[in-house]
């Protein structure tokens, strides 16, 4: 695509629209930050927190099947009671 065959007005549109949803991203992310901090100050440790959100946005076998493996893993180690 040459320059002179670009549409200014799509590409701005385009433009405008990231840095909207890149606000909107931020705004979130700060939200989330407010909620994280608001559990710490009710004693959670966010720390873990963390981790179990993490957790839970992965696929059920799959985080089973690391499970699996981790224990495996600490056995071999000597880290399993």
């Given at each position: ?42 004693g959670y ?37």
């Open positions: 695509m040459s320059t002179s065959a670009v549409d200014a007005g799509h590409l701005r549109a385009f433009i405008e629209r990231i840095e909207r949803l890149e606000e909107e991203k931020k705004t979130i992310a700060d939200d989330i930050k407010d909620v994280y901090a608001e559990a710490k100050g009710n440790d966010v720390k873990i927190m963390r981790k179990i959100v993490s957790i839970r946005k992965q696929d059920h076998e799959k985080r089973k099947e690391e499970e699996e493996i981790l224990d495996l893993y600490m056995a071999a180690l000597g880290m399993m009671p």
